[in-house]
């Protein structure tokens, strides 16, 4: 990346995380609200919470599989290690 495209990048990068934060919270909140159900007491909620802390919990493992499988070092960062 050349160097004036830094601060696009960084707009793009930023909004990405915002969106992806944003929908997450959306999904998390629809499981809750789905286990939950129209009628809920106290337990619904407690059950509810259980199964939205396992669906959380997926959602990070898979995060960190896909960020540790799709990352790679570009040649600059290569470069620079194989000099030092």
Do not use: K
């Amino acid at each position: 990346m050349r160097p004036e495209q830094a601060g696009a990048a960084s707009g793009t990068l930023n909004t990405t995380q915002q969106f992806a934060g944003a929908a997450g919270l959306a999904v998390i909140g629809t499981v809750l609200f789905a286990v939950v159900g129209a009628d809920p007491d106290a337990s619904q909620f407690t059950s509810a919470a259980a199964v939205t802390l396992w669906v959380d919990l997926a959602l990070v493992a898979a995060m960190a599989t896909l960020t540790t499988l799709l990352s790679r070092p570009t040649a600059r960062s290569s470069t620079a290690s194989s000099t030092a």
